[in-house]
């Protein structure tokens, strides 16, 4: 602004208003550093004497708490523990047991078996005996000895995860490849197939329970092996067939072990007995005093009569 000649300032006196270069050198700090200060002041300021207290009174009260907590947890965690054990134990022991005794009575029944074979062998004769023999060789009712083919079957190693280093699962034998196998064994001319021990029948079934399977309901563990009797040309044979070229397809991608060997006297045990059921002869229907044979059948207003077939009824 510029002064007039009366007022008594000059050319000099002007007033400029604080420019932005101005003002930015001259409070160089945003504001909001000098709020942060005045609040960090505050907070360090000290708490009253009873506040201070009262906080440290709670987490004492909280930590004991806890502290009681957990060893109240791990009491009885000790407690049920041996319980727990001798339970297990008992379990164990149980099962033991009852493997023992299947073991006893499954050679008592084997001595049983051969005994009643030669007291039916004396009181046939020599011809009707060895007819007997050969029929329950054919049905699995008679132990076997001869050549033939054993196929070995086992689950692929354990396996992590190379990212998790979780365990992935190996790839496992499952009940239909048994089956498969057997099936394509008895196509190729078997006369004879035991898995691990458990002779098959013409009755005998392969199927799982859960994890499990079993033959005949009895359960079998790998490494699984499927031996047959047979002539010289079923391994050939066998090679040939759909469950050989499965396997092997599945053993390279997932690592299950499977593979195909020729044995020389085979000695495969007898079944059990079957336990056989016999047809019973139906009751015959009571004819009518009349003696024609005449159904009843509901209708819509109770029952009526109507012609059998043999009556010329529709």
Same mark, same amino acid.
């Given at each position: 602004m510029t002064g007039t000649p009366g007022d008594g300032r000059g050319r000099g006196d002007r007033v400029y208003a604080p420019d932005f270069l101005t003002e930015l050198f001259r409070n160089p700090l945003d504001p909001g550093y000098a709020d942060a200060a005045v609040r960090r002041r505050e907070r360090q300021t000290p708490s009253p004497r009873w506040r201070r207290w009262s906080a440290r009174s709670v987490t004492v009260v909280v930590a004991l708490l806890l502290g009681f907590l957990f060893a109240v947890a791990y009491r009885q965690t000790l407690e049920a523990e041996p319980g727990r054990s001798q339970a297990r134990s008992g379990l164990v022991e149980q099962i033991k047991q009852r493997e023992t005794e299947t073991d006893r009575l499954s050679v008592r029944a084997d001595e049983l078996r051969a005994e009643v074979a030669r007291q039916r062998a004396a009181a046939l004769g020599g011809s009707e005996a060895a007819r007997l023999h050969n029929l329950e060789a054919g049905t699995g009712l008679g132990r076997v000895r001869g050549d033939g083919v054993v196929v070995r079957l086992a689950d692929?190693?354990?396996?992590?995860?190379? @990212? *998790? &280093?979780?365990?992935?699962?190996?790839?496992?034998?499952?009940? $239909?490849?048994?089956?498969?196998?057997?099936?394509?064994?008895?196509?190729?001319?078997?006369?004879?197939?035991?898995?691990?021990?458990?002779?098959?029948?013409?009755?005998?079934?392969?199927?799982?329970?859960?994890?499990?399977?079993?033959?005949?309901?009895?359960? @079998? *563990? &790998?490494?699984?092996?499927?031996?047959?009797?047979?002539?010289? $040309?079923?391994?050939?044979?066998?090679?040939?067939s759909r469950s050989a070229l499965t396997m092997r397809k599945v053993a390279e991608d997932t690592g299950l072990s499977f593979g195909v060997r020729e044995a020389e006297d085979l000695t495969l045990p007898a079944a059990p007995d079957p336990r056989l059921r016999y047809a019973q002869p139906s009751v015959s229907p009571t004819p009518s005093p009349s003696g024609a044979h005449r159904s009843v059948s509901p209708g819509p207003t109770g029952s009526r009569t109507s012609p059998s077939p043999s009556g010329g009824g529709r």
């Amino acid at each position: 602004m510029t002064g007039t000649p009366g007022d008594g300032r000059g050319r000099g006196d002007r007033v400029y208003a604080p420019d932005f270069l101005t003002e930015l050198f001259r409070n160089p700090l945003d504001p909001g550093y000098a709020d942060a200060a005045v609040r960090r002041r505050e907070r360090q300021t000290p708490s009253p004497r009873w506040r201070r207290w009262s906080a440290r009174s709670v987490t004492v009260v909280v930590a004991l708490l806890l502290g009681f907590l957990f060893a109240v947890a791990y009491r009885q965690t000790l407690e049920a523990e041996p319980g727990r054990s001798q339970a297990r134990s008992g379990l164990v022991e149980q099962i033991k047991q009852r493997e023992t005794e299947t073991d006893r009575l499954s050679v008592r029944a084997d001595e049983l078996r051969a005994e009643v074979a030669r007291q039916r062998a004396a009181a046939l004769g020599g011809s009707e005996a060895a007819r007997l023999h050969n029929l329950e060789a054919g049905t699995g009712l008679g132990r076997v000895r001869g050549d033939g083919v054993v196929v070995r079957l086992a689950d692929a190693p354990q396996n992590q995860d190379a @990212v *998790t &280093g979780a365990d992935v699962g190996p790839s496992r034998v499952i009940y $239909s490849d048994l089956q498969g196998v057997a099936n394509d064994l008895w196509a190729a001319g078997a006369e004879a197939i035991a898995i691990n021990g458990q002779r098959l029948t013409a009755m005998s079934t392969i199927r799982s329970a859960g994890q499990a399977i079993l033959v005949d309901f009895r359960p @079998v *563990t &790998g490494p699984y092996e499927v031996s047959a009797i047979g002539p010289g $040309s079923m391994r050939d044979r066998y090679e040939d067939s759909r469950s050989a070229l499965t396997m092997r397809k599945v053993a390279e991608d997932t690592g299950l072990s499977f593979g195909v060997r020729e044995a020389e006297d085979l000695t495969l045990p007898a079944a059990p007995d079957p336990r056989l059921r016999y047809a019973q002869p139906s009751v015959s229907p009571t004819p009518s005093p009349s003696g024609a044979h005449r159904s009843v059948s509901p209708g819509p207003t109770g029952s009526r009569t109507s012609p059998s077939p043999s009556g010329g009824g529709r």
